[in-house]
């Protein structure tokens, strides 16, 4: 899910967390919590500790992802502007 940007973003840091963390990673992250909880259950593993220390690392990886995909969105964003304000010359 490619962001659809119309209009220039304040800053780097501010549309990486935007889309890359809260749009992206985020979503996911609540989804495989829910999916490892309930896999957890079937094997009955799911106790307190493990649950926290899944979600733990599962938020650290969410994260690191989300600020990846956040980053390459930000470059494809810049590629299309700098295009887009070049055609309009």
Do not use: C
Request: avoid cysteine; proline fraction near 4%; aromatic fraction near 16%.
């Amino acid at each position: 899910m490619t962001p659809v940007a119309t209009k220039k973003p304040e800053g780097k840091a501010r549309y990486i967390w935007k889309f890359g963390i809260l749009n992206w990673a985020l979503p996911f992250y609540l989804l495989f919590m829910v999916m490892e909880s309930f896999a957890m259950h079937r094997r009955h593993e799911l106790t307190p500790s493990n649950l926290a220390q899944a979600a733990l690392y599962a938020l650290v990886l969410w994260l690191i992802t989300g600020w990846v995909l956040g980053t390459i969105f930000w470059h494809r964003f810049r590629k299309n502007s700098k295009n887009s304000s070049d055609e309009g010359n």
